[in-house]
Each structure stands twice: as C-alpha cells, then as structure tokens.
C-alpha cells in the first residue's frame, strides 16, 4: 500500500494533485483556527465526561471545537474545487474551520455554503471566524435544528458534508435527497465512530447511491447520488 494521509486516504488519490488554498487571508485564518484546535483537548474530554453516564448532547460540546484536521480540509477543498461543486451544503459548522475550506472552494467555483448550526453561541464564534477567513459573503449561516433550517431547501446540492450530531443524518439525507444533482457527493464524517454505523449502512444499502472504497478506521465515507 502507498503513503496515506492522516485521514486514512492515498496520498496517489488524484484529488491531492489539486492546488492547496492559495489565499492567504484564508490560509492565516485556518492556520490560527487549527492551532486552537490543537489546544481544545482539555474541552473535549470535559464534554465527553459528561456522557459518561448519561447521553450526550451538543451542549455538552458548545466549548470544544470537534474540528476536522487540515488533512480533511485539504481533501474537502480540492476534490469541491476539481468537481466545480457551486451548491454545498453542510450539517455541523461547529465553529466554522471545515466550513471555510467548503466555502473557498465554493467561492473559486463560484458558489457558496449553506451551513447549519444548532447552538446560537457557536454559531457566532464561526460568523467572527468567516469575517476573518474574508468568506462570509459566500456562506450562508442557518441557526437551529437542522431538519427547520434546511426544510425549506430551494437550491440544488452537489455536495453535502455529514459533520452533526449522527441521529439526524439518515432524516436529513432522506429530506435532501430531492434537491441532489445528478453526481451529487455525499461526505459523512466521523465514519470511524459507532455512531455512524448506521448512516454508512444506509448509504452502501441505498440503490440510489453508490460508495467509494472505505478503509477500516477512515474518518472519512464517500457516498456518490446516482
């Protein structure tokens, strides 16, 4: 087997052979994002104790950035950009880091984001951070429970990223699925967690979409709309 990326994902993939984010207000504001990241491990493990015994809930996590690696980014910007994926659609912004490289790749192709969040506060974190990244005129921010926030969808999807909490994303893509585009790219994140178990079945099961090689352990499945 050849080299991999951290993200468990060929580095001969030819989605790597796209050009990286050039834009420097962009890539500065990635770079302090992704440094606070690595620093949020105290805040996750706070969170996540507090599922010990009970379930946990998103408020549990309103402080922890739960945020993808650049690796992932890198892949979710190139493979958006080489596509030319103008409608992109996201479920989970946190505070916003995997929505910037959406919408970078969204703004060359000359579209936006659609991104939605369920906690006001992050929410607003991820707004201060898009007027940082100078994207926020091609991100289209929705507040609340997903299944309001996008229930009135208009706008045809060509890619949608899976990033929430994972008891909606089977209502969700069943609600979505009408707007898909012919092609239509499906990312599910976290698919190495239990909880996404379900989802991944529901997409290798579903006749109307077909999955890339997944990889034991690969954070990230790839499911295409046919």
């Not at 992704?34 to 969170?47: F, S, T, V």
């Not at 790749?105 to 506060?121: F, P, S």
Request: with cysteine; proline share 6%; charged share 20%.
């Amino acid at each position: 087997p050849g080299k991999k990326s951290r993200m468990n994902i060929p580095i001969s993939n030819p989605i790597f052979s796209q050009p990286m984010i050039q834009n420097q207000q962009v890539r500065t504001a990635l770079d302090g994002l992704h440094a606070q990241a690595a620093r949020d491990l105290p805040q996750m493990l706070k969170g996540l104790g507090k599922g010990v015994f009970r379930k946990l809930k998103p408020e549990d996590m309103r402080h922890s950035f739960m945020a993808i690696g650049r690796d992932e980014g890198e892949y979710l910007y190139r493979r958006n950009l080489r596509e030319g994926h103008r409608n992109i659609v996201e479920y989970g912004t946190s505070f916003g880091v995997s929505t910037i490289y959406l919408a970078a790749a969204a703004r060359q192709n000359g579209g936006k984001v659609i991104t939605t969040e369920l906690l006001a506060d992050k929410a607003e974190i991820a707004r201060q951070n898009f007027e940082t990244a100078a994207l926020a005129d091609c991100i289209d921010l929705r507040v609340g429970e997903a299944m309001q926030t996008l229930s009135n969808l208009q706008e045809p999807v060509d890619f949608l990223f899976l990033d929430g909490w994972a008891e909606l994303n089977i209502p969700l893509l069943e609600m979505l699925e009408p707007q898909f585009t012919p092609g239509a790219v499906v990312v599910l994140d976290n698919a190495n967690f239990p909880s996404s178990r379900s989802t991944k079945a529901f997409l290798q099961q579903s006749p109307r979409f077909s999955t890339e090689p997944y990889a034991r352990g690969q954070r990230s499945f790839t499911a295409i709309f046919q």
